[in-house]
Every structure is written in structure tokens, then in C-alpha cells.
């Protein structure tokens, strides 16, 4: 009878273990919904339902089609617009270990979910691509990039000179297992030599024997047009000099797996920053209005910018959100930016998403569907109707978990 009454009481202790297991695993599914479902490939879902489980979407679709498990947490997100986070494909941030992490954590807070640096990383900071930080943004990194000796700018690229040193570049990069390969071709306003075909050549042609691709910051039509001779990968800006001709969208049109990260300069114009009062620092935010002013010279600029993005965008070349530097916040106005080049508002979004994470090779990212990482901006209003509801932000989930926006990074 004792041993009756032990194993009664060891099985209900089991039981209530399982139970209790069971509960917990349970208690991480939430369900999200009523809200409009921007998918990220160019789909729209209207009165959907998106469940997550811990870090998961297990499921994704229209509020009919969707069963929501028992139990599981309900979020009334009716009138609200949920998209995927935002990739960014080209920043520069921190060198220095606690503010690089502070820099993903402030990423995180505008809905970013990760960030390419490129080419000013020392190779110390790469072991931070495989740490999960709550509440910031994936890390990517070239590492050091390329380029021809700068003296007096940074001196975290290879700085080379001869084909040899370029291959060796490489093979190191590679041995650290960077994510590209980014190299510079630009005189800096004519300062200093670039790297010309013969130098660059061998750079991409060494990277892609090993499987690696590269990414090429220019500026010249001319530099585009020998850099899709070379086959390069991506770039990490659009032309900048001129207006680009047939010639050019020919060749990119010949190269479909060809990337272009746009990255337009500021438009020049004032603009109202009001939207980033709650979370900058006074001081800062005073210093950006204090500099939010109309610049002529600017404006010509990011003219000829927009001119050759309208046009490419056009032909169906495969496109990339990038902002360069490091301003957290600087997809959205990237964004806005891309739409009054002449991309839609639903075209933005898929550069910004899918494409960014296809790019980055970020299987798990980039769509809201089943099987992806929970990523995912949770908005105020729709910005199909205004990209520059994007910034609208009700809540920010990475990796299921949500994040804390009650004050600001600092």
C-alpha cells in the first residue's frame, strides 16, 4: 500500500511537471491579431493573424485561415499594420566593443533587425556576429575592406598597392570568415588613387574562387562600368557623378544576380525631424535642427542620385536599402527617400526586407511567414498609404522577444 500511495504521489509530481512544462511552452505563444500583414515579397494580407512561438512565426495569413492554439497569449492589434524589420545593408558603426553593442541595441529601438558593417572592423569585433544580444540587431561585417593608402583617413582597411597585396587581403578576410568582401574605388574628391581594374580585378576574381562576393563603394560612372566588367557583386552606392546612360543599365541589366544598395546622400532640404524628439538625447536633437536647413548644393547632388535610381528601378534591378554611417534611425529616412525617388511605397518595403535578407544570406529573415525568425515592426498606420508611417511604431519584436522602447538607448 506504501509503495501504491509513493508511486500515485511520484506519478501526480511527474504529471504536474509535464504540466507545468507543457503551460510554460504554451504561455510563449502569442497570437497577434486584426492587424494588415505587409508580408515583405509584395503581398498583403488585411485582417490577419500572426502567431509566434518563442522565437518563431508558426503561422501567418488571413484570420480565417489562421487557428490559433488554446491558451495562447491574444494581442487585439486591429487597425494596426505589422511588417517585417528592417535590414540595413550598409552602415559603419562603432569600433569599440560597448558602443558598437550599444549602436545594434539602438537599431533594435527603430526596428531594425541587422546591420552590415563595412570594411571598418577590426577583426576583435567579429565574434559579435555570433552573440544573441536582446533587444538589438543582428551583426554583419566585412571586417577590413580594401583600398588604396588614404593617408590621414581611417586605417582599419588593407591599404594596397600592388595585385599581390590584394589577393592576400582577401585570403585574409576570408580566413576570418567575413561576411563580403568591400573595397573602395574612389579618389576621395580627388585626393588620393583608386583602385583601378588592374588592381580590383584580381581583388574580385581571388574573393569569388573562394566563394566570396564583394561589394564596391564608387562614385564614378566610368569605375560602375569596369566593375561590372570585373563582376563585381553588389554595389554599396549608385553612380554619383552623372546621370547613368544605356550603356550602363544595359550591362546591369545583363547581370540579374547584380545588387545595388542606392544609398542616397541627404536631399538638402528642410525637413521636419520632429518624429526623433523622443529619442535623442536634447542636445543632439537641437544640433540636427539647428542643421536642418536648405543646402542648394545638396540638393543638386541627390538629384542625380535619384535620377539614376528612378531609372534602374524601372529596368527591375534587384535593389538593397543601405544608409551608410551610423544613424539608427536612418532606414526610415532612406526609405522616404527611395519613395520620392520614384519607388513605391510596397517597392521600398521588399528592397528593405526580402531583398536585404536575401542579400545578406539570412535565411530565417526578411518575410513574415512560417518558419521565420518573430522579426517583425508592429505600426500605428499603414505605410503603403505614407512610407513615412514607417516610423510609426507601436512595437518592435526581434527574435520574439519584445522590445523595450519605454526610453530610449543611451
Do not use: C
Request: glycine share 8%; charged share 25%.
Amino acid at each position: 500500500m506504501r509503495r501504491m500511495k509513493t508511486a500515485v504521489v511520484a506519478a501526480t509530481m511527474a504529471f504536474g511537471v509535464v504540466a507545468a512544462f507543457a503551460g510554460a511552452a504554451q504561455a510563449q505563444v502569442t497570437a497577434f491579431e486584426g492587424a494588415r500583414l505587409v508580408v515583405g515579397d509584395g503581398r498583403v494580407i488585411e485582417n490577419a493573424t500572426l502567431v509566434m512561438d518563442g522565437n518563431k512565426i508558426v503561422q501567418a495569413g488571413a484570420a480565417a485561415s489562421v487557428q490559433v492554439p488554446a491558451g495562447a497569449t491574444r494581442v487585439n492589434v486591429t487597425g494596426k499594420t505589422i511588417m517585417p524589420a528592417i535590414i540595413d545593408t550598409h552602415v559603419h558603426l562603432s569600433p569599440i566593443r560597448d558602443r558598437l553593442i550599444r549602436d545594434l541595441k539602438l537599431r533594435g529601438y527603430y526596428g531594425i533587425s541587422a546591420a552590415l558593417s563595412l570594411g571598418l572592423d577590426n577583426y576583435e569585433l567579429l565574434d559579435i556576429r555570433n552573440q544573441v544580444i536582446p533587444g538589438a540587431a543582428r551583426f554583419f561585417s566585412a571586417g577590413r575592406g580594401i583600398t588604396m593608402p588614404e593617408p590621414g583617413r581611417i586605417t582599419a582597411p588593407h591599404w594596397i598597392t600592388t595585385e599581390a597585396d590584394g589577393r592576400k587581403a582577401v585570403q585574409e578576410l576570408i580566413e576570418k570568415k567575413v561576411d563580403i568582401i568591400k573595397i573602395w574605388v574612389d579618389t576621395r574628391d580627388g585626393k588620393y588613387a583608386k583602385l583601378t581594374p588592374d588592381l580590383y580585378g584580381p581583388i574580385i576574381e581571388e574573393a569569388h574562387k573562394h566563394g566570396m562576393r564583394v561589394t564596391a563603394h564608387l562614385f564614378d560612372l566610368s569605375d560602375a562600368k569596369g566593375l561590372i566588367r570585373a563582376n563585381v557583386d553588389a554595389f554599396a552606392h549608385g553612380v554619383r557623378d552623372r546621370d547613368i546612360d544605356d550603356e550602363f543599365v544595359a550591362m546591369f541589366k545583363a547581370k540579374p544576380n547584380l545588387i545595388l544598395g542606392p544609398n542616397l546622400p541627404e536631399r538638402g532640404v528642410k525637413v521636419d525631424i520632429s518624429w526623433l524628439k523622443e529619442g535623442l538625447p536634447a542636445a543632439d536633437y537641437e544640433k540636427m535642427e539647428k542643421d536642418n536647413v536648405d543646402k542648394p548644393r545638396e540638393q543638386a547632388f541627390h538629384a542625380i542620385q535619384a535620377r539614376n535610381l528612378k531609372r534602374l528601378n524601372a529596368e527591375g534591378v534587384r535593389i538593397v536599402l543601405g544608409t551608410d554611417g551610423n544613424r539608427a534611425w536612418g532606414p526610415h529616412d532612406e526609405m522616404e527617400d527611395m519613395v520620392l525617388a520614384g519607388m513605391t511605397p510596397m517597392q521600398v518595403i521588399v528592397a528593405a526586407t526580402r531583398n536585404g535578407a536575401e542579400f545578406l544570406r539570412m535565411a530565417d529573415a526578411g518575410t513574415l511567414e512560417a518558419g521565420k525568425s518573430a522579426d517583425f515592426i508592429v505600426l500605428d498606420a499603414n505605410p503603403l498609404d505614407d512610407i513615412k508611417n514607417s516610423r510609426r511604431i507601436s512595437m518592435v519584436y526581434l527574435r520574439g522577444a519584445k522590445v523595450d522602447r519605454s526610453q530610449p538607448v543611451r
